[in-house]
């Protein structure tokens, strides 16, 4: 196992890096981000109606946002796998699920102002590097299987 670790050493301390970069995002997300909804989500949103937003920068936020968090989930991705394959597919679903999302997002907002949960998890969706957690372990299950 120690020599496991040795000859992982890159990838942990890649693993590292994006994981506090991660954590710098999420530290330092209302300085770097307009979005009103930090607050409106912390309190009780249930029943008080949406925060009035600039929506042009508040879609700009999520994008830049979507974006940072992307671009770090794909080098996490590539330095743990090494595989360009992968790295394509990745790409591609990250992509397909921003314009997914902001979608979503921009249809609750404009259209269903009682929807203040499903707004809430389509945007934890945007702002948070979800879908990392799910491709690491389907990738490393799917590469284990193949190896079979």
């Known amino acids: 196992m120690l020599n496991n670790l040795k ?4 990838k942990i301390f890649i693993a590292i890096v994006i994981v ?8 330092f997300e209302t300085k770097l ?3 009103p909804f930090l607050n409106y989500f912390k309190n009780d949103f249930h029943s008080q109606p949406y925060p009035q937003v600039e929506t042009p920068k508040l879609f700009l936020g999520l994008f830049f946002r979507y974006l940072l968090n992307s671009i770090l989930s794909l080098i996490l991705i590539y330095a743990l796998f090494k595989d360009r394959d992968i790295l394509k597919f990745s790409l591609l679903i990250y992509t397909l699920f921003l314009v997914v999302l902001l979608g979503m997002f921009y249809v609750i907002l404009e259209y269903f102002p009682d929807a203040s949960w499903l707004l809430f998890y389509v ?3 945007i702002i948070q590097p979800i879908l990392v957690l799910l491709f690491i372990p389907g990738f490393y299950y799917q ?5 079979k």
């Open 20 to 27: 506090v970069c991660f954590a710098l995002i999420r530290a």
């Open 7 to 10: 000859e992982n050493k890159f």
């Open 143 to 147: 590469l284990q299987n193949s190896k």
């Open 33 to 35: 981000f307009y979005d």
């Open 123 to 125: 945007r934890r969706f």
